[in-house]
């Protein structure tokens, strides 16, 4: 990525607070984030640790690494690289297309709504009755919000999102494609007592008949507060009744699935394609791997692991590390899988000890017998 | 909530069908699916067992409870409270915004649409060639009907919802925001044997060259009977031939994916994120719990119970209960579960068993030497 | 399907390259996929070898069988009756509803956007700026793209996709509905060191305050390559930098979620709901069964199958067969099952075992202390 100008190293590192480890007048005009394919000029960040390895064939001018990292190149040294590429690539990467400020002619804006300044309304947009948008909101072409819906400051609401009545969401949230907020929840009940609640109060004789299941009323609502992301074709239910709540600062991937009345953490990370059931408290700071799954009515403490594809069937403790279906701690789950790897030669020692206790018996039995007839 | 006007616990009683035991005339003026936030002039409902516990404590003045509890405070008596609690937040929950009846100028309705008595159409809704939409349905903003597609009465599709050609929906459907029916199902077919056909006949050699995948056209469609409910998201592919059918009553959640040529029973329940592949066959009242996966062609049984994130590779019975991948019976899974914990004991019992039958075996070695020596 | 006109199997076994047995001027009207429904008049094909044992109670004029089987119907043999299917499908089914070429009024194209011949552009369609469409191309009702997005020929969007900026889309591509290509990765970093890294450093302390994810810019996008056809909701992430790439003839089934920086082969099949984590590299020809989870940074090699559920932590090489949680070769994976279900009976041999021993130590030592006596 071209830099605004040709800029020396020195500079750079004033500017994103950096020490500066050979020729601070060394010149770059570009930023790399591939330092092997970096070239001359280039300003090239190592920002994982893994990258390292790759130093000695780095063809850039000057290099950004984290401190205790030996090279001969001129260098800059920061504590996160990963954080000052953040801020180059926010700085340097290629414009986005988002819609003007203002409300696009083709954009269908009940008139009581109330929108904040220098809002961005893209083209064919529906915003339903007494919504509030607030200063500096983008909502991009297809977007459709219900009615009552409450919206903050400096939000980015990708295209194609569908954000149901009676939604609140805070402030700097960001919205992938396609994110689905505040569809009804999967909540319903029979007029007569179901074959499920037969089996489970112990009636064996389940009845071959019509029993609808009546849609239970959602009465409640989404809550999302401040700097949340929803990824691409998530869905977040509303409440049955009261709040479903999204904390301030959690991370949701895309094609996750947040049932009704959910209450997820601050800070939290909810990777993709995972399912949260009814009910549940999500810790601030928790991370919900991809594909993990969680009945419903179950409480994750903070700081809590759930790995990838893990089937959680109770409550996961503060910082406690989870994995397997049903999930386990990681460290039961690896001795069972150590075990597991033992089971052949387990068999055949057991195969082995009937063969020489067999042996044993008819030894002991013939030195008995001979005893016997000794006397 | 608040009742629309103050009321007797005996007037409530006789239009919920309940028994009242205390004052009839106890005067309620709000009703709480809380309990324990409920305060005077409320009337609470007990609609879950395990919220009886928190009974002792309750401030309402009055209370909705299961036959066969006890409690001081005036109390109408009912068989279901949840049902009871369904009808009330369907009655008193706050109002939905939907689309006024007759079509919105900006819905983009092709001609040829048959629309029944009171229909309502919102803002950019498009509705192809043929359409016939029945009496009284309700078409949200942004969603999209392809050609030939047809509605019935009283149903409901929420914003963004993408309904493809030749599409058959009945009566009080509702689908989620964003829900997709009649995509095309995923068949192809190569021109030459293809790899995974090689390997299946016994072939060692693979072939390092393109055998493009041939799209499989999709004519059939997709049937989906009455008072179905399709969550957000979810995916119903149309058959290649025939149709793919979801049977009456069945209610699916969010992010399903059902693929061509299924045949769902009638009243199923379909749970978050699972995935069933072509051309299964679903009973009535199945349970597919959250993140099940079904491979293709299997047939589950009446009344069967697929448990969460279950992995199903062979046909289930009528009635069974299954878990796990490949999906077993529950109680053989969790016996199964109950020996992996034992592995370490039974581990150290054939490593102590070991060292006794070596000790046996070296004793008994001893004795016959010595035996032999004193002959 | 009605054929255009009564043909004979000679005709039809010219057409489609077949070779007939019986008589040649055997007249059919119509094209059966489903033999047991065939009739007289129709030419039935049987596409799928367990098919054949119906083959005596067909009651159709005549069939299309693969090489090798036997029947005394007239018929057309063929070698990949599927492919016979397909053609007759693609030619005789009902038609679909596409727009017509031109651009719809209600389409919203910014001036800079470059048509090619006899595109096609549906109702309420929005393109954003600068971008490039292939001739022949049809984009169905409300498929939004943003701005410098190019898609190549004869490409098929069907209604409600979203595709964001910069995505770049090669020939014969299709896009089934719903699906979202170009969100956002998932990638974040944090200020200060995070308590997920503390752990991987071996830190206990965690520190409870709040320390935000950062979100990393991403300032890559998405190649498509042709024929790549993407299913439902699905969902493909941008690179944070450089591209995402789906390989040329790859087909992506519904709710597939496609994160950041993956290069997927060519011809690949990634079915239902599988989630690919970002920077993996997956090889021509792969197969990931539906629900599959891969981990980020992972490879998969050519012509290797990941089936169905399989959670996958580490590469996987060239034809290699794995499956379960973490994913094992296929023969381990049900040798492990076989000693797991022999379980309780290495359990019930352990038990005799231990008590064949104690009494095999009391005889021996009952024998050694009579000896002792005897001395």
């Known amino acids: ?153 400096d939000c980015l609401l990708h295209p194609g999102c569908l954000i149901a009545d009676y939604s609140q969401i805070g402030n700097r949230v960001i919205l992938q494609q396609g994110a689905s907020i505040g569809s009804d929840g999967y909540s319903y009940v029979t007029q007569k007592m179901s074959n499920m609640e037969r089996r489970l109060a112990g009636i064996r004789e389940l009845v071959d008949e019509s029993n609808p299941h009546l849609k239970i009323p959602n009465i409640g609502y989404v809550v999302i507060e401040d700097d949340v992301e929803v990824g691409s074709n998530a869905t977040i239910d509303r409440a049955t009744v009261g709040t479903t709540k999204i904390g301030a600062g959690t991370k949701i991937d895309n094609l996750v699935m947040i049932a009704h009345n959910n209450q997820i953490g601050r800070e939290a990370l909810i990777i993709a394609q995972t399912g949260i059931g009814g ?68 068999n055949s020692e057991i195969k082995a000890l009937n063969k020489k206790v067999e042996e044993l018996e008819a030894k002991l039995a013939s030195l008995m017998a001979e005893k016997q007839l000794a006397k």
Request: net charge positive; with cysteine.
């Open 279 to 346: 009910s549940c408290v999500i810790g601030d700071r928790a991370i919900l791997a991809g594909q993990a799954g969680l009945k419903d009515h179950l409480t994750v403490g903070k700081d809590a692991i759930v790995e990838a594809k893990t089937g959680v069937m109770r409550d996961i403790g503060e910082r406690e590390i989870v994995t397997g279906t049903p999930a386990e701690p990681m460290r039961e789950f690896f001795t069972g899988l150590a075990y597991k790897r033992k089971l052949p030669k387990m």
């Open 1 to 153: 990525m071209k830099l605004p100008m040709e800029m020396t190293i020195g500079d750079i590192a004033n500017l994103i607070g950096g020490r500066v480890v050979g020729p601070a007048d060394t010149k770059v005009s570009s930023f790399s984030p591939s330092p092997l394919a970096a070239k001359e000029g280039d300003l090239a960040v190592f920002f994982e640790a893994k990258m390292l390895k790759q130093l000695p064939q780095v063809k850039a001018s000057a290099v950004i690494l984290p401190e205790g990292t030996e090279t001969d190149l001129p260098a800059i040294y920061v504590e996160r690289p990963l954080v000052v590429m953040q801020k180059m690539l926010g700085v340097l990467g290629p414009k986005r297309f988002y819609p003007a400020a203002g409300v696009h002619p083709t954009a269908i804006v009940d008139p009581s709504v109330k929108l904040g300044k220098d809002v961005a309304i893209g083209p064919l947009v529906v915003i339903g009755p007494n919504c509030e948008i607030g200063d500096k909101t983008k909502i991009m072409a297809g977007t459709i919000l219900g009615g009552k819906v409450k919206i903050g400051n």
